[in-house]
């Protein structure tokens, strides 16, 4: 079965980017959306996130990417598609 893959790239606000990460990933999960890759990268402002997903309808990928930009301390999502 074919699945969609995209990656997404955000910035989480420096006052608790673990616990806002640990709820970012809780979205994915309860998505039933493939982690395919995770990068984090510290910087003066808070933490750089990117997510390699995956999932059989890109729908579902879509619908992930509004409730990561609905939680708080979750900077705005720039979207980069994967061939």
């Not at 989480?12 to 982690?35: C, G, K, S, Y």
């Amino acid at each position: 079965m074919e699945t969609t893959q995209k990656s997404y790239r955000f910035c989480i606000e420096p006052d608790a980017p673990i616990a806002t990460l640990e709820t970012a990933l809780q979205v994915v999960r309860r998505l039933n959306i493939e982690l395919r890759a995770l990068r984090t990268t510290s910087t003066p402002h808070g933490m750089e996130v990117q997510m390699r997903l995956a999932a059989e309808e890109e729908d579902i990928l879509t619908l992930c990417r509004m409730r990561l930009h609905n939680l708080v301390g979750v900077l705005p999502i720039r979207l980069h598609s994967c061939t």
